[in-house]
């Protein structure tokens, strides 16, 4: 065999053993890697409401409100601070929080937004017992509203709710001061949010053709977040 041919099939094995080496190298460390962490993808109802908030790290004051708000829109009041201690124990601290902006993670406001949202539709629920058999894209308006407060701060519109009239319910949702002066108390993203639900209500009240039986509400107190 000529020596440039020994030397050519040389040249090739020891390529493919380094291709070789190289690959299995390359499988090993794969395998040693660890597994990419998934997220959990958000449901419809919290994808709305943390599309209305949007997340904020540290405590930031609306116009005219009492309290801060951080995370995909908590209320920072007193009486959040044993759900803080419940969630997160030490790793929080509510005076922090309120007057040093300490600021949260993103996987913390979730898990506020998570309790918070568990609160709020057990209020409502309370309020209006039928609010399970009501279609989920109603129901999730009612409660992202129920959130922001306006739905739970409207007695009128609950009874009108608990009557089966969703088209005067529509109506008088929108028949407030939160709604008309909006923009003058410097909230004005609160006003498509209204209107959304208002929306919503009015065509179920247009299409639906089935009478609920009216349930009993409860006392739970309305508490806003």
Known sequence: MPKYSLLRNSLIHKIMITIGVYGLMLKLAADAAPA??????????????????????????????????????TRLSPDIRPVLSKLF???????????????????????????????????????????????????????????????????????????????EASKQFLNNQEYKNATKLGVPGVRPRMEALSNAMSEFGRTNKTKLTIGKPTNTPIIRK
């Open 89 to 167: 124990g030490q790793n929080l601290n509510y005076q922090k929080l309120v007057s040093t902006n300490q600021p949260i993670s993103e996987p913390q406001g979730r898990s506020l937004l998570d309790y918070m949202i568990n609160s709020k539709s057990n209020i409502l629920a309370s309020k209006v017992p039928n609010l399970p058999k009501l279609p989920s894209h109603l129901r999730n308006q009612m409660i992202d509203s129920s959130y922001q407060g306006s739905l739970l701060g409207s007695r009128k519109t609950l009874d009108l709710i608990n009557k089966n009239k969703w088209t």
């Open 36 to 73: 990419l962490l998934s997220v959990p993808k958000l449901n419809p109802l919290q994808s709305m409401i943390t599309n209305n908030e949007k997340f904020s790290p540290e405590a930031y004051r609306l116009p005219n409100e009492t309290y801060p708000t951080i995370g995909y829109g």
